[in-house]
């Protein structure tokens, strides 16, 4: 895990904070729509809070997370159990300056 200060620690924060998740994997699993979806929040918020649903545990794994958060060119800043955050690598590009 890298360490943050500023702009992306408030975000990492305040999504650990709140109990709600901004994407829920359920039982079908890592599909487009899903992948879709965190691109969407990521683009809109640049931080999104992911939570594995029970029925999806024996599917996905933390491998695949951290493989999707590659794929959309952002970071897993916190992982607490089932439980991930992922923050834009453009948020953090935009903090260093």
């Not at 924060?13 to 487009?32: E, F, Q, T």
Request: glycine share 4%; net charge positive.
């Amino acid at each position: 895990m890298t360490r943050l200060a500023g702009y992306a620690s408030r975000l990492r924060k305040d999504k650990v904070s709140s109990r709600r998740a901004d994407v829920n994997i359920g039982k079908k699993g890592l599909h487009p729509s899903i992948i879709e979806e965190i691109k969407r929040v990521l683009e809109d918020k640049k931080c999104v809070k992911i939570r594995v649903l029970k029925s999806a545990r024996t599917m996905v794994s933390s491998e695949d997370i951290s493989n999707i958060a590659k794929h959309l060119n952002a970071v897993i800043v916190d992982s607490r159990g089932y439980t991930h955050i992922l923050i834009s690598r453009k948020a953090l590009k935009c903090e260093k300056r």
